[in-house]
């Protein structure tokens, strides 16, 4: 019965006892007493109406500088954050700076929360060079006014005050659907082509021409996708350019399964629906050998990332492509591509986020 009443006052709060007995089909004698018995889940207010007691999730990140991985482990020790009942509050301590991999996918998660009616909380007080960083690199554009920010939203957008002036970074950017997003594919070439040499021009182009126009063309989604570019210099590693695309729809391989059996029965045959590994297989088919598409190959729509493929196997690169539950990880290392990284049973995050590390030093 708790499960139940929970249900019906999510749904509508402030319900007496007599109209959640009749939602219930059950006798007003027995829900009253189960309520009386049960207020550490509900309670009722001076007109005898019945809410439920919600609690607070909590998800804590830490200090230090948070990649992909770390922002998974902190999500998988949280509750199913789609499932909670109450509020969710995202706090990021004194020191804690993100990633351009994880601040992709924590915009996307954030944003699909509140699409889902959640009440999001990002607590930011402690950390004020992430927020300013945030603020920069245009992350609160994007993110939806709905979503709470302590101690406060920036009062304006140091993004779109400063956009093209560094070479270290190109904002984030939406990727606008039914169009060729020209002028946000230049700024990343351009960016690109500036923290390495003339010979990665056609890489870049490749790369993201790829695959913002799939995201353009195929998100299906109400949310926005997005791209960004960060620079790396770090002490002891190499000079990496971590760029980011990301969208909030159906992902590729739904996309792709919509008309798998018709153009592909071998694929079709080989990876059945409704199995996660198969869909790993089948991103797998997508992005390590490409000339794959929902079109089919007679169609002449699109290479299916195989020019994308052909690209970055010419430089040392890794390419990380997270979808629904799990990830996936390409290392290409003097020409060829090592076995894949495979990561499952993530937290759940729709749609399609695809990282880019080109080494160029």
Request: charged share 25%.
């Amino acid at each position: 019965m708790k499960e139940k009443i929970e249900d019906i006052l999510l749904n509508e709060p402030g319900l007496k006892g007599r109209e959640i007995a009749k939602k219930l089909g059950a006798e007003r004698k027995t829900v009253n007493s189960f309520l009386s018995k049960n207020k550490d889940y509900f309670y009722q207010d001076d007109e005898y109406q019945w809410y439920l007691k919600t609690t607070t999730t909590d998800v804590e990140f830490l200090s230090g500088w948070i990649d992909a991985d770390q922002f998974e482990q902190f999500l998988l020790i949280s509750p199913d954050l789609f499932s909670v009942k109450g509020p969710v509050r995202f706090i990021l301590p004194q020191g804690c700076n993100l990633l351009l991999e994880s601040i992709s996918r924590f915009l996307a998660l954030l944003n699909q929360l509140d699409d889902e009616g959640i009440d999001v909380t990002v607590d930011l007080a402690e950390c004020s060079s992430t927020r300013s960083f945030l603020g920069r690199a245009g992350f609160f554009d994007l993110l939806s006014d709905e979503v709470k920010i302590l101690p406060e939203r920036p009062k304006s957008s140091a993004a779109k005050i400063y956009k093209g002036n560094s070479d270290s970074l190109v904002e984030i950017g939406t990727i606008c659907p039914n169009s060729k997003n020209k002028g946000l594919i230049v700024a990343l070439r351009s960016n690109f082509v500036v923290n390495s040499d003339e010979s990665f021009e056609t890489v870049a182009l490749t790369v993201f021409s790829e695959f913002i126009n799939n995201v353009s063309d195929h998100s299906n989604s109400q949310l926005d996708g997005f791209a960004a570019l960060q620079v790396y210099s770090p002490q002891r590693r190499r000079k990496h350019i971590q760029t980011v695309i990301s969208d909030s729809g159906v992902g590729v391989v739904s996309t792709l399964r919509t008309t798998l059996k018709q153009h592909y029965p071998d694929l079709y045959n080989r990876f059945p629906d409704n199995d996660v590994d198969a869909d790993i297989g089948l991103a797998l088919e997508v992005f390590s050998k490409g000339n794959i598409t929902r079109y089919g190959r007679e169609s002449g729509r699109g290479l299916g990332f195989k020019s994308t493929r052909e690209q970055a196997s010419k430089f040392d690169a890794d390419l990380s492509i997270r979808m629904d539950t799990f990830n996936i990880k390409l290392v290409y290392r003097g020409g060829k591509m090592e076995e894949p990284l495979i990561s499952k049973g993530l937290t759940k995050i729709k749609g399609t986020h695809i990282c880019f590390d080109f080494y160029v030093d």
